[in-house]
């Protein structure tokens, strides 16, 4: 089963709005991960956040991460028409090694 | 500075066809070495991750197989394609405990 699930499925919005999209997962992790795809490509990285981390800045993303709830949340501020594509949580589970569990993504479409 | 090839692109196969994907990676050494394949409009399932030559792990049992034939070189194959192997699949490189670097992918439609 995915260890992430991201929500909503879908966001709409307009230029210079900000856009967060949620994720949560079901296990211990040592760190969780944002990636962004642009369709019909691979994906990118965005951000790790380690599980002792609350919260992490990288330009216009900020990602939180509260273990004890389980749930990661990703914000873009400013939000431009370039941000549209999907966006990805995944986890490294304390069990699973090297490999990552993804979610099912939010597509993030913002207007010109 | 490291990157990742992978090819083709894009593919159609016939059913019972076999199928070779492959994503070779420069710049680095000894990286671990995964295959994902994605549904439209879903997330990422892993097929086989690698930590070494000769060194493969499966994590879905089906009729595709890896390959590690050198350091930064993955295969994907397939003795014979069913309906349901169409999908996009991806190639990416880590090193340990680090974010993951994707290929470009390979859009496999088999028919």
């Known amino acids: 089963s995915q260890q992430g699930e991201e929500d909503p499925q879908a966001l709409s919005i307009q230029e210079g709005e900000n856009a967060t999209m949620n994720c949560s997962y079901k296990?211990?992790?040592?760190?969780l991960q944002w990636y962004r795809q642009n369709s019909g490509r691979g994906l990118v990285h965005l951000i790790l956040i380690r599980s002792n981390e609350r919260e992490k800045h990288s330009g216009r993303l900020r990602v939180t991460l509260d273990t004890s709830k389980k749930s990661s949340s990703l914000l873009i501020t400013a939000s431009r028409a370039a941000d549209t594509a999907s966006y990805f949580c995944a986890t490294d589970g304390v069990t699973s090694g090297s490999r990552l569990t993804f979610g099912e993504g939010t597509q993030l479409t913002v207007n010109p | 500075s490291q990157t990742i090839h992978q090819w083709p692109a894009t593919l159609v196969q016939p059913v019972g066809s076999p199928l070779s994907l492959e994503c070779t990676v420069e710049g680095t050494s000894n990286p671990n070495l995964y295959w994902y394949r994605q549904a439209a409009g879903r997330g990422l399932q892993l097929l086989f991750y690698?930590?070494?030559?000769?060194?493969i792990s499966s994590e879905v049992p089906q009729n595709l197989s890896a390959s590690r034939p050198q350091d930064r070189q993955f295969i994907l194959s397939s003795k014979k394609l069913l309906l349901s192997d169409s999908g996009f699949y991806l190639c990416?490189?880590?090193?340990?405990?680090?974010?993951?670097?994707f290929g470009n992918g390979t859009r496999l439609t088999v028919t």
């Open positions: 690698s930590i070494g030559i000769d060194q």
């Open positions: 990416a490189w880590s090193l340990v405990k680090s974010p993951l670097h």
């Open positions: 296990t211990s992790i040592n760190n």
